[in-house]
């Protein structure tokens, strides 16, 4: 791309990068997924080298860009805040306006928690971990200097609605929206059952839990991913850290919001906690709803990304309200794949995506796109194998849930919906059990792309109650 056409003048960023820390960059490497980020070493006059991030805004150019550089600023501000008070996050070394990007020093270490294999070594950075985010909520935060921009609750109200107000958003004013029973169920839960009020908010992260902060050895180094951050009831990043452990499981979490509790001197109570899980289940799917109907080919990585994680989203929101309500779950057993001469020639394009195109490129870029297609593929190959049982098995649910036939999955949601907005509670163990089962047959075609994201696929929540 020429520099004039580069909305995010990357080139001049990189400039800007080493004009800040005082020297030249002598190496540069660009992360392959999700968002522009580079990693810079920096060398100095008197020789001494300069490790840095330079981490960019998520969306591509165009009509979202506004909104997301300014997530990326309000980050920027946060961590300035945050390192002035004392907090574990990256060095702060400023935030250049006009292509939108953040320059911070890299963490020594790596995030990957769930790659450790002494869980006794897992289980303390995770704590470590925990006392810092307990030390961040702790702070007075009308004491910080903090961005004009950060989402900042005032009352109960705006505490328990900010979230859902700003990720429903684009559900809400999609204008093709198919049925969805259990949006249409979980939007009525969570205006009915409300989370109990809180004596004192707290600058919290909003994305938080495993492979969101850097160890090195036996200790804990510090925390990232500040975007989603707000200033609210401290309880619903302990829901977003159930919600992040479907996808990056660590044994024994119960273990760890207890312990959470506990340093903050708050009471773990089922009403708030269930609401907050639920809650930061459904935010997601709602807020990337118009990618996931209608994906965005210049941005494949991200809308890979987003139907991975949706039906894992979906499967966890129907595991929470069980468990709010208290009983046991079956998922659905996963048929064999019937494999014919059209699979087996589809199967053959997978292993091309995988190992034939590779050999001999040698840019990263190319290889990840070419294992983003791979995956993508064996995707549509299970929908093949797959996809016309699972929906004979969903159908079969419906009916023996509706006492009625369906002549087509479709058929069935819409019905079931329209029952829940007239009647949300009626057979509702039974249709939450309905629902769950769909949307676990769900990761059986997504589990190929679920592994290329790094997720975890098919995992149950961790229950506290």
């Not at 950060?150 to 990720?167: C, I, K, R, S, W």
Request: charged share 25%; net charge negative; hydrophobic share 35%.
């Amino acid at each position: 791309m020429a520099p004039h056409d580069d909305g995010r003048h990357t080139d001049a960023a990189l400039a800007w990068a080493a004009e800040t820390i005082g020297g030249r960059i002598i190496r540069q490497e660009r992360q392959k997924r999700w968002r522009p980020t580079f990693y810079l070493d920096i060398e100095r006059p008197d020789g001494t080298v300069k490790h840095v991030m330079l981490r960019g805004f998520r969306a591509p150019i165009g009509p979202a860009e506004e909104s997301f550089r300014e997530r990326l600023r309000m980050e920027a501000g946060i961590c300035r805040a945050l390192g002035e008070a004392g907090c574990k996050v990256p060095g702060f070394h400023g935030y250049e306006p006009n292509g939108g990007w953040f320059l911070m020093d890299t963490l020594p270490g790596t995030p990957f928690l769930t790659g450790v294999d002494d869980p006794d070594r897992q289980a303390s950075l995770f704590r470590q971990y925990v006392e810092a985010v307990v030390a961040m909520q702790k702070l007075d935060y009308r004491t910080l200097d903090l961005p004009d921009n950060l989402p900042m609750a005032t009352t109960y109200e705006e505490g328990v609605n900010q979230m859902l107000d700003e990720f429903r958003q684009p559900y809400d004013f999609w204008p093709d929206k198919g049925p969805e029973p259990l949006i249409e169920l979980t939007l009525w839960w969570l205006e009915n059952h409300p989370p109990k009020p809180v004596d004192n908010f707290s600058l919290t992260t909003g994305d938080i839990g495993t492979d969101q902060f850097m160890f090195e050895g036996d200790t804990m180094t510090g925390m990232f991913d500040l975007e989603m951050a707000y200033v609210g009831d401290p309880m619903q990043d302990i829901g977003l850290m159930r919600l992040r452990d479907l996808c990056y499981p660590l044994p024994g979490l119960p273990d760890h919001l207890h312990y959470w509790a506990e340093l903050m001197g708050r009471e773990l109570d089922k009403q708030s906690l269930c609401y907050w899980t639920v809650a930061g289940m459904m935010a997601s799917p709602l807020y990337v709803y118009p990618l996931w109907h209608q994906p965005i080919p210049q941005i494949h990585r991200d809308g890979t990304q987003v139907h991975a994680f949706i039906p894992i989203h979906f499967r966890g929101t129907c595991e929470a309200l069980a468990e709010f309500y208290g009983f046991e779950l079956d998922p659905s057993a996963r048929p064999e794949p019937h494999v014919n001469t059209h699979t087996r020639y589809n199967t053959w394009l997978v292993g091309q995506m995988r190992d034939y195109f590779p050999d001999g490129v040698d840019d990263d870029n190319l290889l990840f796109d070419y294992e983003c297609g791979a995956a993508v593929a064996e995707a549509a190959v299970l929908g093949q194998t797959l996809g016309p049982m699972l929906e004979q098995q969903t159908i079969e649910d419906f009916e023996r849930l509706m006492n009625r036939s369906f002549a087509s999955e479709l058929e069935g949601l819409d019905a079931l919906q329209s029952r829940i907005r007239q009647d949300p509670e009626k057979d509702l163990e039974q249709t939450i059990r309905v629902l769950h089962r769909f949307h676990s047959r769900a990761e059986f075609i997504t589990e190929p792309i679920q592994t290329f994201a790094g997720f975890r696929s098919g995992l149950p929540l961790q229950r506290v109650f």
